[in-house]
């Protein structure tokens, strides 16, 4: 972007006080005409600021099932009829009026392919588009007060040098004597090919236009494809149709092409970006200036896709660049200040149009260069976003603009060196539906963001008005009468001279008298002319002293004053460099802080997740010990009912062997207080086995002993649903302890329907121990139910029931003891060779399988 070089701490002003004067960006919107009348459309122009479109027949339908209609607002919506010259009027026509007061502007069309974007800045033949009447209401403003050419010149820094009428002259007769001069002539005629463009009827003009200034137009002409940035205004051997590029997408090496070269941008001492080495033609007409455009048009990049027969692949940017500058003193001469240059710029932007390849049906470079399109709107609409978020919720975001060299060119724009218009183009046809929805979108995002106001030039100290009074002062003063016209007259009147007789005497004394009278007052006005002159001369030599006292007095206050302007001079680039540090530490400071604020929010969004686990983690630590709280009562419980169980046995065994001591010291008092006999003889083997198997059948040793009845062994856990699974297989015992389980199923065969019913499993196991013995298991377990719906059973708990025969153990008697009376043998066995034995193994438990628990038969209540 160009700027003008009056002063470089423009930008310092725009920063501080003018801030709060802010513009929002103007959006306009105009409507295509249909290519057929036929064709269905989905735009339609509610009013003047407001736009509704349809979804056309064929999309989607919105959730309610009824077609979506949406509406959209712009600065100001120009139908189907709007003609260029109202468009003008309302959009570009304030924007040359602040180019020629020295403030900067940006004109860009966007739009889909084929929406008339082209069309709306260049124009058609018999009605020229924007451009041309740019460029035609400038050269009416300045025509009369233009420069000569070459008084201005260009340089490469984004600035102008200003140069003397005999420089200028030379380097005119220099360019002249060149074979094919650059620049283009006034005198040469007009291509009927865009004559009818540049034809504009209407007559429109600038308000308000210095005339103490001096002004010069300079063009240059641009094109950014793919991403990098060509000058169409160089002189360059180039065939715009058939360019000579390979597959790879570089040039051919050729010996009579040379490939164009690509352009740079750069930042200028006043922080405005330009494109560096790019061709600036100064013009003197509005023919001149079309021509210049209309030669750089024809290298532009054009193809024929789908959708358009010729469709621009590249951005172009058209710069109309015034300069200006102000006379001198005396209103004749351009004053020899550089600093007193002034210099505007307008760019007009034709945007590539915005295209969907799947509708293009583009192949190759025709699908690369709008892969590249896309990609450089795209990042457009992200600046235009993020600059809306930093002003709608005070962020202080990176705006991308070096992701595309299109927003890095207008960048300064946005920062407030100018005003900035978009025309949105649509076209109506429902083909475009989906794209120009997109457009409306980014439409409407621009016109949230808001440009700062640019600041007015500085007035030059000069005295207004110059140029007319100094023409005024040299040109003839009325209908007062010369001086030689009063001298002759104040002399007499001469008498007649003609002589109408020889003897006239009275003629000629007359005449010599009438002379001589004249003689004397010329001596006496040459005499009176001389006393004058010698008293003007007096006067004027006074005058002169005077004027030269003066002068000297003036010299001497001037030469104060540079001493004075020579210091502020050095004071201010005191400044400035001290200015440019303290701009330079702020965007360090500014960059220093984003990334604290990032840190920060980093920090913050960490601080938070561990937060998170923290919470989860004391959440997870309450349940732990919530759970383990009630493992441990449960645990607690358990081992308690342990106890007390083995508190219980261990007291039902104590009384068991207290009984046993009993019934032995019972005995022991029968033996011991039965009368003594004679030791009888010892009876054969035969009767040993038979009264042992007497022995075996009899009832209890203890006398009047009542009979014991057949009781069942209460099992373990017996409150709970029980399954009894006793095969068919199974020998019925006689024991005295039998296992018994209230409320239970007894099945001969484990089912399914039967475990559903209960939560505890028996099975009763026989088999034959080593002694010739049956011994019964009784094998518990819990029942569960599976994910599949069936159940399964754990085997928790095993006892086991065994009986002996008294035959099998020895007998304890006394050799000394008599036998008894009624045939019985004096021989006693004690109880527990009587008793049917219960041995009971705990799986788990500590208890071997050699621990015999000797339990004592309760006795039913009668």
């Not at 513009?23 to 736009?51: A, F, K, W």
């Not at 990042?379 to 976003?385: D, F, G, I, Q, V």
């Not at 978009?422 to 439409?443: G, H, T, W």
């Amino acid at each position: 972007m160009f700027r003008r070089t009056k002063t470089p701490r423009k930008l310092l002003v725009k920063k501080g006080s003018q801030t709060s004067l802010k513009d929002p960006v103007g959006v306009y919107c105009r409507v295509r005409p249909l290519s057929l009348p036929d064709q269905e459309c989905c735009i339609e122009v509610i009013n003047n600021t407001t736009v509704q479109l349809h979804t056309p027949e064929g999309y989607r339908l919105n959730r309610n099932g009824d077609y979506k209609e949406t509406q959209y607002s712009f600065k100001q919506v120009f139908g189907t009829h709007t003609t260029q010259k109202e468009l003008f009027d309302a959009v570009a026509n304030a924007l040359v009026d602040d180019l020629i007061h020295g403030k900067n502007g940006l004109l860009f069309t966007y739009g889909v392919t084929g929406s008339g974007k082209t069309h709306t800045m260049t124009g058609s033949p018999g009605e020229g588009g924007l451009l041309p009447r740019c460029l035609d209401m400038i050269f009416n403003s300045i025509g009369t007060l233009q420069a000569k050419r070459y008084v201005f010149k260009s340089n490469d820094r984004n600035s102008m040098d200003i140069q003397c009428e005999v420089d200028a002259l030379l380097e005119r007769q220099k360019r002249e004597a060149m074979p094919n001069p650059k620049t283009p002539s006034s005198k040469r005629q007009v291509d009927p090919e865009f004559a009818d463009m540049i034809n504009v009827q209407e007559f429109c003009k600038a308000e308000e236009v210095d005339e103490d200034s001096v002004y010069g137009v300079f063009v240059s002409y641009i094109e950014i494809y793919n991403n990098y940035i060509y000058d169409l205004l160089e002189e360059v051997p180039f065939d715009p149709i058939k360019p000579k590029w390979n597959s790879c997408s570089t040039p051919m090496r050729s010996a009579d092409f040379v490939p164009p070269q690509s352009k740079l941008l750069r930042e200028d001492k006043n922080h405005n970006m330009y494109v560096a080495g790019c061709t600036e033609v100064e013009v003197k007409s509005t023919e001149e200036a079309f021509e210049v455009f209309w030669r750089g048009q024809k290298k532009r990049r054009i193809a024929n896709t789908h959708l358009n027969r010729e469709s621009s692949r590249s951005h172009s940017v058209f710069n109309i660049k015034l300069v200006q500058a102000p006379l001198d003193a005396d209103g004749d001469n351009v004053l020899q200040e550089k600093e007193q240059i002034t210099i505007s710029q307008l760019s007009l932007v034709d945007l590539a149009g915005s295209e969907r390849t799947n509708r293009t049906k583009a192949e190759g470079n025709r699908l690369r260069e709008a892969g590249n399109i896309n990609q450089s709107l795209m990042t457009l609409r992200t600046c235009m976003e993020v600059l809306r978020e930093n002003q709608m919720y005070g962020t202080n975001k990176m705006v991308p603009y070096r992701d595309s060299k299109l927003t890095h060119l207008f960048k300064n724009y946005f920062d407030g060196e100018g005003k900035v218009r978009m025309i949105v183009c649509v076209n109506p046809k429902a083909e475009d539906y989906e794209e120009s929805l997109q457009v409306m979108r980014f439409a409407e995002v621009t016109q949230e963001v808001e440009v700062a106001r640019p600041v007015d030039k500085a007035i030059c100290g000069l005295t207004p008005g110059r140029r007319f009074r100094n023409q005024v002062r040299g040109g003839p003063v009325g209908d007062e009468p010369l001086v030689t016209e009063v001298v002759l007259q104040s002399f007499p009147p001469l008498p007649s001279c003609e002589l109408l007789d020889v003897n006239d005497e009275q003629t000629l004394p007359r005449l010599i008298e009438a002379l001589e009278k004249r003689h004397q007052l010329r001596q006496m006005m040459v005499e009176e002319f001389h006393k004058q002159s010698i008293t003007f001369k007096a006067l004027l030599q006074e005058f002169d002293n005077a004027v030269l006292n003066k002068e000297n007095y003036v010299q001497g206050k001037l030469n104060e004053k540079e001493k004075v302007i020579s210091g502020q001079k050095l004071e201010i680039e005191r400044l400035e460099k001290k200015n440019r540090t303290l701009e330079y530490k702020i965007e360090i400071l500014e960059k220093t802080t984003t990334i604290y604020e990032e840190d920060k929010r980093t920090l913050q969004q960490e601080l938070e997740a561990q937060n998170q686990k923290l919470q989860r983690q004391f959440s997870d630590k309450r349940r732990l010990e919530a759970r383990l709280q009630g493992m441990v009562t449960e645990t607690t419980m358990k081992w308690e009912k342990e106890c007390e169980r083995r508190v219980a046995a261990k007291q039902l065994e104590m009384q068991n062997k207290l009984w046993v001591k009993d019934e032995k010291l019972k005995q022991l008092k029968a033996i011991v207080t039965e009368p003594k006999a004679d030791k009888p003889e010892r009876p054969s083997r035969e009767r040993d086995r038979e009264k042992v198997t007497q022995r075996a059948v009899s009832p209890s040793p203890v006398p009047n002993a009542p009979p014991l009845r057949l009781r069942h062994r209460r099992s373990r856990s017996a409150g709970d649903r029980w399954v009894d699974h006793k095969p068919a297989s199974n020998v019925q015992t006689e024991t005295v302890m039998q296992p018994h389980v209230p409320h239970a199923i007894t099945v001969s065969v484990a089912n399914e329907k039967a475990l559903a019913k209960c939560e505890k499993y028996m099975l009763t196991h026989q088999e034959l121990a080593s002694d010739g013995e049956i011994e019964t298991k009784l094998i518990k377990g819990d029942v569960y139910k599976t994910r599949g719906g069936g159940q399964s059973v754990q085997f928790t708990d095993i006892e086991t029931l065994k009986q002996e025969s008294p035959t099998g153990r020895k007998r304890r008697s006394s050799t000394a003891a008599p036998a008894q009376p009624d045939g019985a043998e004096s021989e006693w066995t004690d109880v527990e060779t009587r008793c049917s034995v219960a041995v009971e193994m705990r799986a788990g438990s500590q208890l071997g399988p050699g621990y015999q628990h000797h339990a004592q038969p309760k006795r039913k209540k009668p």
